[in-house]
């Protein structure tokens, strides 16, 4: 009697084993077939249609930088690239902000620290020597210092069209030197 349990149990457990392997089976073809999409002869041969790629994820954090001595140093100022200040943060400004951002004077933004929850105002301004463009203000004090950030570090920032303000976050911390 206790043979014929025994028997039934491993049945289905062996069953339950083959159910599991099919669907393991089947969600690696799928991650294959979403992997390589551009691959696929339906898609190529339906332009125009409706795409049925999945996306996923959209990064948030449209403004990143990988922190140098620079932007670390006495100078209290973050150096930002000139084709991202043009293509992400000017846009967002209000036109008398975007055109102070572009003078000598610069145009006040608040910057909100996401993790910390505090919220800092510094100086966004071009940088007429080198093109570029710059967060001035209390930069070292507010953001270096208080964060300990350190070379490598990545940062973030993006734009809150309901607040007005740029987020700001630590994405990546530097691996520490042995």
Same mark, same amino acid.
Not at 96 to 106: H, P, T
Not at 143 to 153: A, T, Y
């Given at each position: $009697?206790?043979?014929?349990?025994?028997?039934?149990?491993?049945?289905?457990?062996?069953?339950?084993?083959?159910?599991?392997?099919?669907?393991?089976?089947?969600?690696?073809?799928?991650?294959?077939?979403?992997?390589?999409?551009?691959?696929?002869?339906?898609?190529?041969?339906?332009?125009?249609?409706?795409?049925?790629?999945?996306?996923?994820?959209?990064?948030?954090?449209?403004?990143?930088?990988?922190?140098?001595?620079?932007?670390?140093?006495?100078?209290? =100022?973050?150096?930002?690239?000139?084709?991202?200040?043009?293509?992400?943060?000017?846009? $967002?400004?209000?036109?008398?902000?975007?055109?102070?951002?572009?003078?000598?004077?610069?145009?006040?933004?608040?910057?909100?620290?996401?993790?910390?929850?505090?919220?800092?105002?510094?100086?966004?301004?071009?940088?007429?020597?080198?093109?570029?463009?710059?967060?001035?203000?209390?930069?070292?004090?507010?953001?270096?210092?208080?964060?300990?950030?350190?070379?490598?570090?990545?940062?973030?920032?993006?734009?809150?069209?309901?607040? =007005?303000?740029?987020?700001?976050?630590?994405?990546? =911390?530097? $691996?520490? $030197?042995?």
């Amino acid at each position: $009697m206790n043979n014929i349990h025994f028997g039934n149990e491993r049945e289905q457990i062996q069953k339950k084993r083959k159910s599991y392997d099919e669907a393991t089976t089947n969600m690696k073809t799928s991650k294959r077939r979403l992997c390589n999409n551009n691959n696929n002869e339906e898609e190529k041969n339906n332009k125009g249609s409706v795409s049925t790629t999945l996306k996923l994820y959209d990064d948030p954090w449209k403004i990143k930088k990988t922190l140098t001595d620079s932007d670390l140093g006495i100078l209290s =100022r973050l150096l930002l690239a000139a084709d991202l200040v043009k293509k992400q943060i000017l846009p $967002m400004l209000e036109v008398d902000e975007a055109r102070a951002a572009e003078s000598e004077e610069g145009s006040p933004v608040h910057v909100c620290d996401m993790e910390t929850n505090t919220m800092h105002e510094l100086v966004l301004k071009r940088w007429s020597s080198s093109k570029s463009y710059v967060l001035i203000g209390k930069w070292n004090q507010d953001f270096v210092r208080r964060r300990e950030l350190k070379k490598g570090d990545e940062i973030g920032f993006q734009w809150d069209p309901f607040k =007005r303000t740029f987020n700001f976050c630590v994405l990546k =911390r530097a $691996m520490p $030197m042995p």
